[in-house]
């Protein structure tokens, strides 16, 4: 079946830098999503972006479907942007909805 | 008050025992899920339903069952077949996106 990954497994960030994360896929997909899991397992839809470039305040993420890679920004990063980022997404072909996540990245921002 | 409703937030049980997990939903949507996490891992889908009176089983279904008899309730049970129960449960509604409600954290001892 298709393999997502995600880089890096574990980042520190001072409050106020900026980072990256990254998500890539072994096969094509017609869906991605990427969520936020807060400290309390609540799981928090970010973006749905099977493909192309969207921001919501310092969030944004690109999907470049046909390199197979999807890649979280989070800018001017504050405490509460700290836990853990998953990216899922569905296979090409496969049924929409049944979602593949990663296993994620543990972002903690220090004060 | 609208969304997503898990019961209870934790659950304890003796091995052996079946449980019954809630999911209730009022925004509506035909499509309900069912995943579970692991601590350090991301989710993988147990069951799925598209509609009222169909479900389908996700890649790790062995030792669960689900009913779809109302659009608004997906209700599941960890049988005493499910070798490891001991996770966090995590319901969804939606279609092309997907909405989480807050988990149910299973322990058998």
């Known amino acids: 079946g298709i393999q997502v990954e995600q880089s890096p497994p574990d980042l520190i960030l001072q409050e106020g830098a900026n980072s990256t994360l990254r998500c890539n896929f072994s096969d094509s997909v017609n869906n991605l999503q990427w969520f936020h899991q807060n400290p309390w397992g609540q799981l928090i839809n970010l973006f749905y972006i099977p493909s192309g470039t969207k921001q919501n305040g310092r969030l944004s993420a690109t999907t470049v479907a046909t390199e197979r890679y999807s890649l979280l920004y989070i800018s001017s990063s504050q405490t509460t942007d700290s836990g853990v980022y998953f990216c899922a997404v569905s296979h090409y072909g496969g049924a929409t909805n049944k979602l593949i996540f990663g296993t994620g990245t543990l972002l903690a921002v220090q004060p | 008050d609208g969304g997503i409703t898990q019961s209870p937030k934790y659950l304890f049980r003796k091995e052996g025992q079946n449980v019954t997990l809630s999911c209730e939903q009022n925004?509506?949507?035909?499509?309900m899920y069912w995943y579970r996490q692991d601590p350090g891992q991301g989710l993988r889908l147990i069951y799925y339903?598209?509609?009222?009176?169909?479900?389908q089983k996700g890649d790790i279904a062995e030792g669960y069952s689900v009913s779809r008899e109302k659009k608004e309730s997906f209700p599941l049970t960890v049988t005493s077949a499910q070798k490891n129960p001991t996770a966090f449960y995590l319901c969804a509604v939606g279609g092309y996106e997907q909405y989480f409600g807050p988990g149910t954290r299973l322990t058998v001892t």
């Open positions: 339903s598209q509609i009222v009176n169909d479900f």
């Open positions: 925004l509506n949507h035909d499509a």
